[in-house]
């Protein structure tokens, strides 16, 4: 799972503002520095920033504005870094909740923050809920940017996969082929991503098409 990859700032900007800085907006750039933190593999330090600019926001802000959100969903990462898998679902899920609340219905934040908690299912192996939350980020992703855009395809591909493992094999076959037919266009028959795609249709085809199928000769139709 990605962590959330935030702006960078000038260190010597976050240096003044680990010494005191008053401005009622020093939260973001001790969230800026954690996610840096993050990145670099110091899960103790990002986790400490995080918190600190938590408090800030919550004490600026109130706790349900949705600027809050990405404070809990930067230490969701943290806490899947240090394998706290309650702490990273319960960082989500707060998250989730301050969003779905303060902003509009199909907003894209919401389709972030639903996709890094059912990324966090899968790594879970409980497909079941994280099929429902990416299906819940593709609809918020389309009514956003349209049915053809390359993202839209990526998050086909995305969702075929879980099919796949749940062993919905026409369904994930279905999801590919759209797939295909919005990204081969955009990035060419060569691209990595594309053929990726196709190799994962040539093998789901594979499991869903018998053998015997495969090997029985198809009638040849008269003239």
Known sequence: M???IFKTCLL????????????DRDWIMLQQEAAKLIEAGDLEGAEDLAQKSLTRAEDTLGPDHADVAHVHNTLAM??????????????????LAIQEQALAEHDLEIGRTLTY??????????????????ERAHTILVSNIGDHHPDVGRSMNNLARLYTAQNRLRDAADHHTQALAILEPVLGADDPEVKMVIDNLTTLYSDIV?????????PVESP
């Open 78 to 95: 943290v806490a899947y870094g240090k394998q706290d898998y309650a702490q990273t679902e319960a960082h989500h899920r707060r998250a």
């Open 210 to 218: 018998p053998p015997e199928a495969k090997d029985t000769p198809q």
């Open 12 to 23: 010597a900007t976050v240096v003044m503002c680990l010494a005191g800085c008053t401005d």
């Open 117 to 134: 908690l059912g990324d966090f299912f899968l790594s879970q192996r409980k497909l079941t809920e994280a099929v429902d939350l990416h």
């Open 2 to 4: 990605k962590p959330f």
